[in-house]
């Protein structure tokens, strides 16, 4: 890790309340669902009741990583000690560095947060014996997913200075993302990150999907980049 910018934002968060708060109730509200959807005994019927829970736990952590990764990023949850993008252009980094740092930040926290819930994804995959790979896959797309709603929302912190405005425009677009594109025509529709994961989950998704997510962030890379610039112009 020999960017400084990462390395100051990991250990602020891991040394966070609000992040040890935000993980809390994430395993709070995976572990709930898993208590309720797991049928009191196996068979036929419990595993295709199984099928859903392993669908519904996946859509659940798709939701609360993004909009928590993202919110982290665009300050809108403000982790202690943590420093903005717009407060470290006035050290002694680059706008790359600065935007590098923020990005792998995010990846790195997103990652995490879908390993500690994926004990028990595993425990309702498990009694399915649904695919490794297809929940491999699925764990992909969140992990984009979330990386890229990062990204947005890192370009949002620093291209909008109003607080509320700022919060708006992330919630729109979330929503956007989330609700929206189930307005698409197929196989367009596919974006969606609901039907997505369904999708992976079955072995369906199409790899441009994830290559849209990809190329997304790094458009917000490129553009949060830009606007840093401008502070120092």
């Not at 669902?33 to 295709?48: C, I, K, R, V």
């Not at 680059?94 to 947060?113: D, F, M, N």
């Not at 912190?157 to 109003?162: L, P, R, T, V």
């Not at 425009?169 to 594109?181: D, E, I, K, Q």
């Amino acid at each position: 890790m020999s960017n400084p910018v990462l390395r100051g934002d990991l250990r602020a968060r891991a040394a966070s309340r609000k992040i040890f708060a935000i993980e809390l109730f994430y395993l709070g509200v995976l572990g709930v669902l898993a208590w309720l959807g797991m049928p009191p005994e196996l068979g036929a019927q419990a595993a295709e009741r199984t099928t859903s829970l392993t669908t519904a736990l996946l859509v659940v952590e798709a939701i609360l990583v993004t909009y928590f990764a993202s919110a982290c990023a665009a300050q809108e949850i403000a982790v202690e000690t943590e420093k903005s993008p717009v407060d470290l252009v006035f050290a002694p980094f680059t706008p790359r560095s600065i935007v590098a740092g923020k990005s792998l930040a995010t990846l790195a926290t997103a990652g995490y947060w879908l390993l500690l819930g994926a004990p028990l994804v595993a425990l309702s995959a498990g009694i399915r014996q649904d695919s490794a790979a297809g929940l491999v896959s699925a764990g992909a797309l969140i992990a984009v997913v979330a990386w890229s709603m990062g990204q947005l929302g890192m370009w949002l912190g620093i291209a909008i200075e109003s607080e509320f405005s700022r919060t708006l425009a992330h919630w729109g677009l979330l929503l956007l993302v989330f609700v929206g594109t189930l307005a698409l025509p197929m196989p367009a529709r596919t974006i969606n990150p609901v039907l997505g994961i369904a999708a992976a989950q079955r072995g369906e998704l199409p790899a441009a999907v994830y290559a849209l997510y990809v190329a997304f962030g790094l458009a917000c890379d490129g553009a949060a980049r830009r606007t840093l610039r401008r502070y120092l112009a």
